[in-house]
């Protein structure tokens, strides 16, 4: 059998469905007491065989937390012994079903309308239900989690198998690998920002980085599996250059991109642009990147932290500072890489980067549109945001 094959079936044993049990050997917070983030690096451990590549990702299946899954119960009035079907019809318990199937975190609009489908009596509900009501629904739904809507609108099920038509399914969650294999063959790491806040009364938290942030300490067992993602790929020539806009946890991919690049003794150029808060607090990876930047690894480093003068700087502003410099590597055949927010930050510096083209250029704006297209046919403008 080829390497090549081989490899395949190797990623594809463990699934989101049949994933591995994997062992955190550490977890330890990136960012300083103090900052308003919380972000984690997890090491989990692999099994012989298990590969990937920089660029992919590694999903974690999580479960709800037992205070979170006590509440909900309590706020129904069962016990949590009452046996349901799952999914797949296997018998479970409810309380087994709350933890691990089903999806009782931040609400959602599905979830508000099965409830009035099964309680047409519920005059409230039926304000909330239907697509004519989306925008109330959706007011109604921020902020809340299944316990608020089933404290606001109690006693409406009739039966606990029912919730399986009201809550959603509890899926995985996917964090960019942020570790080369050809650093460290065997295990994967990930930066994890940890997801609290309060709303409505209560204290919430992701239900992933919650459960990665507080219950999984070193020597806990998480499933895991690994998920490739061919459309985030260092060059196949690793003597070109790359850029990589990687503020918060954006960072991740690139930590990987530049492992393999040491490891390999690839010869391209590196440049990262890493944006946070804070420097003190929130510099993510600063002494192994520094360390990189001294080895000559990492060709250039320009961060922004935006809290750290009057006028807020992010990562796009370095871009425009930097854009005849940043125009003469994308001349010279560098790839041009993006990770993290994909709301505000990742249409911010595509705005910048057609900047630079244009200003670059000499061009118009239209002309940048096209150069940047080129570029994407080329495989040389790539994102991984979520
Ligand atoms: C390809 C990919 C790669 C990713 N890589 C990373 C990574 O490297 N690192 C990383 O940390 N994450 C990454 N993510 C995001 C990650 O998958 C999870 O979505 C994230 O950790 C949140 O999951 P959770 O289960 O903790 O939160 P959930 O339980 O899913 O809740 C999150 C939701 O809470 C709500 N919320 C948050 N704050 C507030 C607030 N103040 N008020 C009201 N509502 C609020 C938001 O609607 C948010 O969507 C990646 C996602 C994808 C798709």
Redesign the pocket.
Known sequence: MSEVIEQAQHVSKYTRNHPYQSTVTYNELLTAPGSEKETRHLVMSLEEGMTYTPGD?VGIV?ENREEAVAEVLRVLGYRGDERVLDHYKVEISLEEALRTRLHI??LARSSVNQLAKLAPESAGLKLMAGPDNKAKAEEYC??REFVDLATDFPGLLKEPQQLFQVLARLTP????IASSQAMHPDNVQ????V?R?E?HGRQRQ?????ELGERAPVGAQLPIFLHANGNFRLPEDDSSPIIMIGPG?GI?PFRAFLEERQAMGHAGRNWLFFGEQREKLDFLYKEQLLGMQRDGVLTKLDTAFSRDQAAKVYVQDRMRERGTELYEWLEQGAYFYVCGDATRMAKDVETALLDVIALGSGGTLEHAAEYLATMKKQKRYQR?V?
């Open positions: 990702a999580p975190g931040k921020w902020g969650r996917m964090y960019s990930v930066a994890v920002r997801i806040y709303s992701g239900v992933a980085s919650g946890t991740a991984d979520y």
